[in-house]
């Protein structure tokens, strides 16, 4: 029988990185969060609802949130060249529709609202850390939320489905045929908090059906510990 795959930081399957979160971390803006997964660290500031310049861009019908998703140089070992890539513009776009779909937009026509996730230090899994944190700023900026926005990666690693890859489990790699291959599926998923839609849901690697189920039920289960995070992070700033 194979072995049963052991993660190298001993986590459970289905346990994430020690979390953190924090709400109103940045006076200058109307909504900020710090939220982190270990060694992936995200910052968001949200600014906004405002009228949305120039005017041509401006809807009638509704407002927009635009999402801007940036790692800075030296959160990584290998120093990232400053400034917007095709990763980022990526990140960017799919952060703005997983958040979107919770913000009554047709309350706010003609407007805009902008937030910012700024990747402090990435040891993966940054886009579900900027996710969360967007969510918990958004939040904090008195933004209504048709429901909270949780997000968590799920992969296929050495045969077994687990929760929050870090870099090391992502570069995870098998002997094949003589040769050292590449062999994580990493699923990024963000879950709404009340009906469990999925507003997110991105596939770097395979999977088969049966095991993409198991995924989609470890995301939930997971972020809903997320979701008590967040919580407990807006409770606080609320008592403060
Ligand atoms: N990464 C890096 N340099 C880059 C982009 C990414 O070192 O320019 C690392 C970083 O640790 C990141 C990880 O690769 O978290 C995984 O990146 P991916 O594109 O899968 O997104 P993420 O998992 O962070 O959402």
Do not use: W
Not at 124 to 141: D, E, K, P, V
Not at 166 to 178: A, F, M, Q, R, W
Request: aromatic share 6%; glycine share 6%; proline share 5%.
């Amino acid at each position: 029988m194979a072995e049963k795959y052991k993660r190298a930081d001993g986590r459970d399957y289905d346990e994430t990185r020690k979390m953190e979160a924090k709400v109103g971390v940045v006076k200058r803006a109307d909504g900020s969060a710090i939220f982190s997964f270990g060694k992936s660290q995200a910052l968001a500031c949200v600014y906004g609802p405002r009228q949305f310049h120039p005017q041509h861009l401006q809807n009638p019908e509704k407002g927009v949130l635009r999402c801007y998703y940036d790692m800075t140089s030296f959160s990584v070992p290998e120093r990232k060249r400053p400034g917007p890539n095709r990763r980022a513009s990526e990140i960017s776009f799919v952060t703005s529709r997983a958040l979107e779909t919770v913000i009554p937009l047709e309350n706010y026509p003609n407007s805009v609202i902008d937030c910012y996730i700024l990747i402090l230090q990435a040891d993966a899994s940054t886009r579900c850390a900027g996710i969360n944190a967007a969510a918990l700023a958004l939040a904090s900026a008195g933004i209504p939320m048709k429901e909270m926005v949780s997000a968590v990666s799920v992969g296929k690693i050495g045969g077994a489905i687990v929760a929050d890859i870090s870099k090391d489990e992502e570069d995870y790699e098998i002997v094949k045929d003589g040769k050292t291959i590449k062999s994580a599926t990493d699923i990024p998923f963000a879950i709404l908090s009340r009906s469990e839609k999925i507003s997110l849901l991105q596939l770097d690697g395979r999977i088969k059906p049966e095991d993409l189920k198991e995924a989609i039920a470890m995301a939930k289960k997971v972020c809903r510990k997320i979701n008590e995070i967040q919580k407990k992070a807006l409770k606080k700033i609320k008592e403060e």
